[in-house]
C-alpha cells in the first residue's frame, strides 16, 4: 500500500498524542504557510557591532532624505542605526524643562534665596536645576545654572542666588523655565514582580493603589513625529531626537516628568499613556494627555491649545498603546479602551471601552495587522480585536507549554510582531526553563488560524516595514536580518517537525518499508525518525534516524506498528525545506 503523509497544518500539542491523531505535535522553527510546514528563513548581521544593554524595542522609519534609520532602545541606552553606522544616542538628561505659570518666584530683601513654585516639581534635595526666562525682580535677575535646590513641599523649592535680593518681592514674568539637570540611569533588566499594593518604599502611592517605583524591566516606546524619533522609557520622560548623529536625544519640552508608554497620533500630537497629571504634577497610571496638533512642546491645556487630558475609567493601570489606522488602541491591566479622534476643540478625543478582563500582560505584547490586533493577556489567553467589532479569545492548541514555564516576574518581556510576508504574528517570551530572557516563541498564521513555535532567543523584534526584512535582536546585543538566507548568520541551526499518533490501520498492525520523500527546495540533509505503538499507551519503539538526502527519491524503512509518529529535522547551514505529501510504502504485518 501507499500512503501518503497529508496532515492539516498548525500544530496541536496540548493533548494527548492519541487524541491529537492525524495532526502536528511538535515542532521548531517550523512555520505552515498555503497548508504545509516549511522551515523559516535564516537570518543575516545587520552590523558586526554590539548593542548596549538589553534591548526590548527596536523601530525603523526613514528621514526626509528616504535614509533609513533603526532605532534601539535598551536597559541603559538609546542608539541608531544608519548606513551601516551605529550611534548612541542616549540622552544625558532624565527630565524634561517647563515652563512655569506666571510670576512663580518670590525673593526677600537682603536674602539670595530665591522661592520657586513649581506644581508637582519631583525634585529631592540638592538636585540641579537651570532656571532661564526669568525677568528681573526685587532688584535681582535671578537665572542660574547648575543651582542645587532645598525642598520646601510637592509645589515649592528654594535655590541659592548669586547675589541678596534689595527688596521683597513676587514675580519673574510668564517665561519661567526650570530645567532639572538630573543624569538620565539605567533601567532594570529583570522584573521584581508583584507591583500593588504593599510594594514600594513605605507610603508609596495612593492606599490601595498600585505604587509607581521600577519593578519593571526597563522597556521604550519609539514613534516617529515627522522625522524625528520620539522615545520614552518606561517610567521616565518623553525624549525627542532630531536625526542628528551627533547630539543626544532631549527631553521634550513641556512634556510629562513620568511616562508609562508613547506613540504618535495620526493627527500629529504626542500621546503620554499612564502619567503626571497636569496640574496636580501626581502620577496618574489612568492618566492620558497629548500634546497640540503639531506642536510637540504644547502641553498646557488651555483655549488656544489642542493639548488636553484625560483619565481613563475602572482601576488597574495603563500598560500599553498603539495606532491602528485613524484609532488608538490603549490597554490597561484589564481592558481595552479604543480612542477615537472627534475634532472637538474641548475634547477632540474620546476613549471607549470595548472589552473587560481582556488586558495586556506587557507594554510590547502585542501587534496590529491591518485592523486588527492580536495580544496576549494577563491570564496568558490570547485574544483579538478588529475595529469595530468585539474582543475574541483566539484558541491556541500549544499554549500551555508557554503557560507553565513563563519566567516569573518576566512577562513585560514578552514582545510581539508581525511577519507580514508571512501573514504571521510572533510573540517572543521569557521561558523559565532557559533563564530570565525571551528564549522561544510562539506565531500564528492569520490566514488559517494554525500555530507553530521554535526555540530562539530574541529580546526584540520589528517588521519588515521600510526596511525590506524583519529585524531582531537578542539578549546579548546582536542585530540580525530575518527571513534572509538559510543559515544563523552562516553557522548551523536546527528545526524539527513531528506528528502526532498516526492510526493507519484498526485492524492490524503495518510494516513501513520506506519513503518517497516530497520536498521542496530542500537544502542541506534532513533525517526521518519514526516512532510506533500499539496501543496509544503503549510502550514506544523508535526507528531511525534515516538520512534523507536533497533529491532522494527513496528512503528504506524498517518499522512496524499500529500507530506511528514522524519526525523529519535538519540541522545545518544551509539547512531548510518545503514539506509536501511524503509518501509511506506499508504492507500488513500481523493481526496483533
Given at each position: 500500500?501507499?500512503?501518503?503523509?497529508?496532515?492539516?497544518?498548525?500544530?496541536?500539542?496540548?493533548?494527548?498524542?492519541?487524541?491529537?491523531?492525524?495532526?502536528?505535535?511538535?515542532?521548531?522553527?517550523?512555520?505552515?504557510?498555503?497548508?504545509?510546514?516549511?522551515?523559516?528563513?535564516?537570518?543575516?548581521?545587520?552590523?558586526?557591532?554590539?548593542?548596549?544593554?538589553?534591548?526590548?524595542?527596536?523601530?525603523?522609519?526613514?528621514?526626509?532624505?528616504?535614509?533609513?534609520?533603526?532605532?534601539?532602545?535598551?536597559?541603559?541606552?538609546?542608539?541608531?542605526?544608519?548606513?551601516?553606522?551605529?550611534?548612541?544616542?542616549?540622552?544625558?538628561?532624565?527630565?524634561?524643562?517647563?515652563?512655569?505659570?506666571?510670576?512663580?518666584?518670590?525673593?526677600?530683601?537682603?536674602?539670595?534665596?530665591?522661592?520657586?513654585?513649581?506644581?508637582?516639581?519631583?525634585l529631592a534635595g540638592g538636585d540641579l536645576v537651570d532656571v532661564s526666562g526669568a525677568v528681573a525682580l526685587g532688584g535681582i535677575t535671578p537665572n542660574i545654572e547648575g543651582a542645587p535646590v532645598a525642598v520646601i513641599d510637592a509645589d515649592h523649592f528654594t535655590y541659592e542666588f548669586m547675589a541678596p535680593a534689595?527688596?521683597?518681592?513676587?514675580?519673574?514674568?510668564?517665561?519661567?523655565?526650570?530645567?532639572?539637570?538630573?543624569?538620565?540611569?539605567?533601567?532594570?533588566?529583570?522584573?521584581?514582580?508583584?507591583?500593588?499594593?504593599?510594594?514600594?518604599?513605605?507610603?508609596?502611592?495612593?492606599?490601595?493603589?498600585?505604587?509607581?517605583?521600577?519593578?519593571?524591566?526597563?522597556?521604550?516606546?519609539?514613534?516617529?513625529?515627522?522625522?524625528?524619533?520620539?522615545?520614552?522609557?518606561?517610567?521616565?520622560?518623553?525624549?525627542?531626537?532630531?536625526?542628528?548623529?551627533?547630539?543626544?536625544?532631549?527631553?521634550?519640552?513641556?512634556g510629562p516628568a513620568q511616562v508609562t508608554v508613547s506613540l504618535v497620533s495620526h493627527t500629529d500630537q504626542i500621546f503620554a499613556l499612564g502619567c503626571n497629571e497636569e496640574v496636580s504634577g501626581v502620577f496618574n497610571p489612568l492618566c492620558i494627555r497629548h500634546s497640540g496638533v503639531r506642536a510637540p512642546d504644547e502641553w498646557t491645556t488651555a483655549p488656544d491649545t489642542t493639548a488636553r487630558e484625560y483619565v481613563l475609567a475602572g482601576g488597574g493601570r495603563i500598560v500599553g498603546g498603539c495606532v491602528a489606522g485613524q484609532f488608538i488602541l490603549v490597554w490597561t491591566s484589564d481592558r481595552l479602551f479604543v480612542g477615537t479622534f472627534v475634532g472637538a476643540l474641548s475634547q477632540p478625543w474620546r476613549f471607549d471601552p470595548v472589552g473587560e478582563h481582556c488586558g495586556l500582560v506587557g507594554p510590547n505584547a502585542f501587534a496590529v495587522a491591518g485592523s486588527q490586533a492580536v495580544w496576549l493577556a494577563p491570564d496568558l489567553q490570547f485574544r483579538s480585536y478588529s475595529l469595530g467589532g468585539a474582543v475574541q479569545i483566539i484558541a491556541c492548541p500549544i499554549r500551555d507549554e508557554m503557560a507553565r514555564n513563563l519566567a516569573s516576574a518576566q512577562a513585560d518581556k514578552v514582545t510581539a510582531s508581525t511577519v507580514s510576508i508571512f501573514d504571521e504574528i510572533r510573540f517572543d517570551y521569557p521561558d523559565a526553563r532557559d533563564g530570565n530572557e525571551n528564549s522561544r516563541y510562539l506565531a500564528v498564521c492569520l490566514g488559517d488560524g494554525s500555530w507553530s513555535k521554535g526555540i530562539m532567543a530574541r529580546s526584540a523584534f520589528v517588521d519588515a516595514g521600510p526596511q525590506q526584512d524583519p529585524i531582531g535582536v537578542t539578549p546579548e546585543g546582536r542585530v540580525f536580518w530575518h527571513e534572509r538566507g538559510r543559515s544563523a548568520d552562516g553557522a548551523a541551526f536546527g528545526w524539527f517537525i513531528e506528528s502526532a499518533d498516526q492510526l493507519l490501520n484498526e485492524d492490524q498492525t503495518l510494516m513501513v518499508r520506506g519513503l518517497w520523500p516530497d520536498m521542496a527546495g530542500q537544502a542541506g540533509a534532513a533525517a526521518l525518525r519514526l516512532s510506533t505503538r500499539l496501543k496509544p499507551q503503549g510502550e514506544s519503539r523508535t526507528y531511525g534516524p534515516y538520512p534523507v538526502a536533497p533529491g532522494a527519491g527513496r528512503v528504506d524503512v524498517r518499522a512496524s506498528g499500529r500507530l506511528f509518529r514522524v519526525r523529519l529535522s535538519g540541522q545545518g547551514a544551509p539547512t531548510g525545506g518545503r514539506i509536501g505529501r511524503p509518501v509511506f510504502d506499508v504492507v500488513p504485518a500481523g493481526m496483533r
Amino acid at each position: 500500500m501507499r500512503i501518503p503523509l497529508d496532515i492539516p497544518p498548525g500544530l496541536v500539542g496540548d493533548d494527548t498524542s492519541f487524541a491529537a491523531a492525524g495532526r502536528w505535535a511538535d515542532g521548531s522553527n517550523v512555520r505552515f504557510w498555503r497548508g504545509r510546514p516549511q522551515v523559516i528563513g535564516g537570518w543575516e548581521s545587520l552590523t558586526t557591532d554590539g548593542l548596549a544593554g538589553v534591548c526590548r524595542q527596536v523601530f525603523a522609519w526613514t528621514d526626509n532624505a528616504a535614509v533609513l534609520n533603526v532605532a534601539f532602545g535598551s536597559h541603559n541606552a538609546l542608539q541608531v542605526w544608519i548606513g551601516g553606522g551605529l550611534y548612541d544616542i542616549t540622552p544625558t538628561l532624565a527630565r524634561p524643562a517647563r515652563r512655569l505659570g506666571a510670576d512663580p518666584l518670590s525673593v526677600t530683601a537682603g536674602d539670595a534665596t530665591v522661592s520657586v513654585a513649581m506644581v508637582g516639581h519631583g525634585l529631592a534635595g540638592g538636585d540641579l536645576v537651570d532656571v532661564s526666562g526669568a525677568v528681573a525682580l526685587g532688584g535681582i535677575t535671578p537665572n542660574i545654572e547648575g543651582a542645587p535646590v532645598a525642598v520646601i513641599d510637592a509645589d515649592h523649592f528654594t535655590y541659592e542666588f548669586m547675589a541678596p535680593a534689595a527688596s521683597s518681592a513676587t514675580g519673574g514674568g510668564s517665561a519661567v523655565v526650570v530645567a532639572p539637570q538630573a543624569a538620565f540611569a539605567a533601567g532594570a533588566i529583570d522584573g521584581t514582580g508583584g507591583q500593588g499594593y504593599g510594594t514600594g518604599a513605605f507610603s508609596t502611592g495612593a492606599f490601595s493603589s498600585p505604587s509607581t517605583a521600577e519593578f519593571f524591566p526597563r522597556t521604550w516606546s519609539l514613534s516617529a513625529f515627522g522625522e524625528r524619533l520620539v522615545a520614552s522609557p518606561r517610567g521616565g520622560t518623553l525624549y525627542a531626537w532630531a536625526n542628528d548623529t551627533e547630539v543626544a536625544a532631549e527631553p521634550l519640552r513641556g512634556g510629562p516628568a513620568q511616562v508609562t508608554v508613547s506613540l504618535v497620533s495620526h493627527t500629529d500630537q504626542i500621546f503620554a499613556l499612564g502619567c503626571n497629571e497636569e496640574v496636580s504634577g501626581v502620577f496618574n497610571p489612568l492618566c492620558i494627555r497629548h500634546s497640540g496638533v503639531r506642536a510637540p512642546d504644547e502641553w498646557t491645556t488651555a483655549p488656544d491649545t489642542t493639548a488636553r487630558e484625560y483619565v481613563l475609567a475602572g482601576g488597574g493601570r495603563i500598560v500599553g498603546g498603539c495606532v491602528a489606522g485613524q484609532f488608538i488602541l490603549v490597554w490597561t491591566s484589564d481592558r481595552l479602551f479604543v480612542g477615537t479622534f472627534v475634532g472637538a476643540l474641548s475634547q477632540p478625543w474620546r476613549f471607549d471601552p470595548v472589552g473587560e478582563h481582556c488586558g495586556l500582560v506587557g507594554p510590547n505584547a502585542f501587534a496590529v495587522a491591518g485592523s486588527q490586533a492580536v495580544w496576549l493577556a494577563p491570564d496568558l489567553q490570547f485574544r483579538s480585536y478588529s475595529l469595530g467589532g468585539a474582543v475574541q479569545i483566539i484558541a491556541c492548541p500549544i499554549r500551555d507549554e508557554m503557560a507553565r514555564n513563563l519566567a516569573s516576574a518576566q512577562a513585560d518581556k514578552v514582545t510581539a510582531s508581525t511577519v507580514s510576508i508571512f501573514d504571521e504574528i510572533r510573540f517572543d517570551y521569557p521561558d523559565a526553563r532557559d533563564g530570565n530572557e525571551n528564549s522561544r516563541y510562539l506565531a500564528v498564521c492569520l490566514g488559517d488560524g494554525s500555530w507553530s513555535k521554535g526555540i530562539m532567543a530574541r529580546s526584540a523584534f520589528v517588521d519588515a516595514g521600510p526596511q525590506q526584512d524583519p529585524i531582531g535582536v537578542t539578549p546579548e546585543g546582536r542585530v540580525f536580518w530575518h527571513e534572509r538566507g538559510r543559515s544563523a548568520d552562516g553557522a548551523a541551526f536546527g528545526w524539527f517537525i513531528e506528528s502526532a499518533d498516526q492510526l493507519l490501520n484498526e485492524d492490524q498492525t503495518l510494516m513501513v518499508r520506506g519513503l518517497w520523500p516530497d520536498m521542496a527546495g530542500q537544502a542541506g540533509a534532513a533525517a526521518l525518525r519514526l516512532s510506533t505503538r500499539l496501543k496509544p499507551q503503549g510502550e514506544s519503539r523508535t526507528y531511525g534516524p534515516y538520512p534523507v538526502a536533497p533529491g532522494a527519491g527513496r528512503v528504506d524503512v524498517r518499522a512496524s506498528g499500529r500507530l506511528f509518529r514522524v519526525r523529519l529535522s535538519g540541522q545545518g547551514a544551509p539547512t531548510g525545506g518545503r514539506i509536501g505529501r511524503p509518501v509511506f510504502d506499508v504492507v500488513p504485518a500481523g493481526m496483533r
